[in-house]
């Protein structure tokens, strides 16, 4: 069994960065990939950032490409999303999420475990 606790979340204005953190306990992390995901009201999970298991490789929406940044330090159990530049657009509960033997695909149905989400609200 793998639980994730996300952190990090909060309110800033347009253009200054966050970074969130997702702690796991559980599970074998060199082998799973882990994301974020991130979700408005009303609408669907959207896919923001992936990484594999030894951090090798990430893969980004385009809409964060360039602007946000995921690492993992495994040591540490933990996976992070620093996120900069942001924009009201990003406004959204951001979920962490864990595919054990995955390589970071991007759908959402391919990660079995997640965390409760935090908050981000970027004031314009």
């Known amino acids: 069994q793998v639980q994730l606790e996300e952190s990090g979340g909060g309110l800033v204005q347009a253009g200054n960065s966050l970074r969130l953190s997702c702690a796991a306990s559980?599970?074998?992390?060199?082998?799973?990939?882990m994301a974020w995901f991130r979700q408005e009201p009303g609408k669907d999970r959207e896919f923001v950032a992936s990484i594999n298991g030894r951090g090798t490789g990430t893969n980004y929406a385009d809409s964060v490409k360039v602007r946000f940044i995921i690492a993992r330090d495994n040591a540490k159990r933990t996976v992070y999303l620093y996120m900069y530049s942001l924009t009201h657009d990003d406004t959204a509960t951001y979920y962490c999420?864990?595919?054990?033997w995955g390589a970071g695909e991007y759908s959402s149905e391919k990660y079995e475990y997640w965390g409760q989400g935090t908050q981000v609200t970027v004031s314009p």
């Open positions: 559980g599970g074998t992390l060199t082998n799973s990939a």
């Open positions: 999420a864990f595919d054990a």
